[in-house]
């Protein structure tokens, strides 16, 4: 009960630290960024590259642009974990003032649910702003704010993970670079998984299948257009569910190692 | 003459501390906009191609991305910048030296420029080999070095403005989503101007406000030639004209920044 208890205070206290910059977040994510991308990846782009199919292009682009927010907000939230638990060291604090396990689930929680909340809305936004040049004649809207909750949880443990991997605040340009960049274009971020395996260049077809995100992105495409080229919805749920999973006691473990090292 | 030839002494001074800066980080800026610009050169090569993107759009689509890489390494200049002068107050330190304040100014836009061609030439190289459609390519090198040069300029002068005007968590938190993502999205770095100006051609003249729109165009012209992009003549008049203004703006917010009580009085 105790344990409960502490992990509702520390949710408490993280929305007390970004309450301030709910505002500027919503309009950065919720109004700016959806718009951008709808009229680049969603308009302008595929009448340019794709002329003969721009409506269909488009959505396979800016749905997978979905992909991208998760990753940019995830990482800008879970960015403060570092800095509490290097410079201000108050994590070390949290852990010890409650428990190693409340303090893991109180952030991997709360970072989960606030790149949840910025990032639902982007989708109906961008359909709000390109209307027609959307297709949505197939999409499954009452399934969406579970499977993106799976996604949200799956890349907030992933990038949670990539952070537990790197020892001071100054490699964060690295763990971008090798951690998340690679993984946003490989994993259909722009170029559905279809397309990857289809390409030319050696072993994508077995990353592809191998690769949890792919399964986060088709997740999303499938809902949009219920194709038989993407992946099923069940199995890339499941999928989620054990990535997230390990990539969470992943990090657990890896967290635990480094504090207990400091 | 002994004053110009003391500036110029004072002028290098501070361009070789810029590089002396940028050899303690140009492994992490150089290594993010490696990675970024080798998996675009993938997704644009090998992936597009097969959704029913033409070939002639691969190389348009990799050098007008490629600028997110400019502006990355432009922005990682700035953060430096902006640390230097809140934090050690490098600045006011400068300040202080024998020499016209133009010229301290002048050393920071030549290191940041000297920054942004060191590490992204070879980036946009190895983005190029892994392409490797050499034949599309008609280059006009010395449009190509005009380009490259104005492009730095307008790149140096407009984070210079930035680190010197915003606060470090205004550039940490608002300026990709509010200023660079803007500049960037709608400054046909992912489609050429002609393709819109095809489809909507009010929208394109809105484009043709972004100064980003005629360092992109330029490249391309520049590299690939034709008529399918902006006239480079045209993108280089653009960009000396904008690299003038943003010039005399850097000025009043750096004077500003230095010396504000001086200012206020000033305009009392």
Same mark, same amino acid.
């Given at each position: ?58 959505? %396979? ?18 960015? %403060? ?5 290097? %410079? ?92 998340? %960049? ?81 | ?132 459609? $050499? ?40 300026? $990709? ?17 002609? *393709? ?16 980003? *729109? ?18 480079? *003549? ?35």
């Amino acid at each position: 009960m105790t344990g409960y208890r502490h992990v509702w205070v520390l949710l408490a206290r993280q929305w007390f630290l970004v309450r301030n910059n709910v505002v500027d977040n919503i309009i950065n994510y919720m109004v700016i960024w959806p718009a951008l991308f709808s009229g680049t990846s969603g308009y302008l782009v595929p009448r340019a590259f794709f002329p003969q199919n721009a409506v269909m292009k488009g959505t %396979e682009l800016i749905v997978g642009m979905v992909f991208l927010q998760f990753f940019v907000v995830s990482y800008f939230a879970v960015v %403060e974990l570092l800095s509490e638990r290097d %410079e201000s060291r108050v994590l070390q604090y949290h852990v010890q003032a409650t428990s190693y396990t409340a303090t893991f689930i109180s952030r991997l929680l709360f970072y989960t649910m606030y790149t949840y909340i910025l990032v639902l809305p982007f989708l109906p936004m961008c359909k709000l702003f390109l209307g027609s040049y959307f297709f949505t004649d197939n999409a499954q809207w009452l399934m969406m704010p579970f499977v993106l909750f799976l996604v949200s949880l799956t890349v907030v443990s992933y990038v949670f993970c990539v952070f537990c991997t790197i020892s001071t605040i100054r490699e964060l340009e690295y763990a971008w670079a090798w951690g998340i %960049e690679p993984v946003l274009w490989l994993s259909g971020m722009w170029a559905p998984s279809y397309v990857i395996a289809q390409s030319s260049l050696p072993g994508m077809n077995y990353f592809i299948r191998c690769n949890p995100f792919a399964y986060a992105t088709e997740s999303v495409r499938q809902l949009f257009f219920s194709d038989v080229q993407f992946a099923s919805l069940p199995i890339c749920c499941g999928v989620m569910c054990i990535s997230a999973a390990l990539c969470s006691l992943a990090s657990y473990l890896l967290m635990k190692r480094q504090i207990q090292a400091v | 003459m002994e004053s110009i030839h003391e500036s110029l002494r004072v002028l290098g001074l501070l361009v070789q501390r810029e590089l002396y800066v940028m050899r303690q980080s140009w492994r992490s800026i150089m290594f993010s906009a490696l990675v970024f610009s080798v998996l675009l050169a993938c997704a644009s090569r090998y992936f597009l191609p097969l959704m029913g993107m033409s070939e002639e759009c691969i190389i348009p689509l990799f050098l007008g991305s490629f600028i997110v890489s400019c502006l990355s390494i432009g922005y990682a200049c700035c953060l430096e910048v902006a640390y230097d002068l809140r934090s050690p107050q490098l600045i006011r330190y400068y300040s202080t030296l024998p020499v016209p304040f133009g010229c301290i100014i002048g050393a920071q836009v030549l290191g940041i420029m000297i920054r942004i061609i060191v590490l992204a030439i070879p980036v946009l190289f190895c983005g190029l080999c892994i392409i490797n459609m $050499w034949m599309f390519l008609h280059i006009s090198w010395f449009a190509l070095l005009g380009m490259i040069v104005l492009a730095a300029v307008f790149n140096a002068l407009f984070f210079l403005i930035l680190a010197y005007q915003c606060s470090i968590p205004v550039l940490l938190g608002n300026v $990709w989503p509010r200023f660079l993502s803007p500049l960037f999205a709608f400054g046909c770095a992912l489609y050429p101007w002609r *393709t819109v100006e095809a489809h909507s051609p009010f929208f394109a003249q809105v484009l043709l406000y972004n100064p980003m *729109t005629y360092c992109v165009e330029g490249l391309r012209s520049a590299c690939l030639g034709g008529s399918a992009f902006l006239p480079i *003549t045209r993108c280089m008049q653009v960009l000396f004209a904008v690299n003038c203004m943003l010039s005399v703006v850097l000025w009043f917010v750096s004077v500003n920044a230095v010396r504000p009580v001086r200012l206020k009085r000033s305009s009392l």
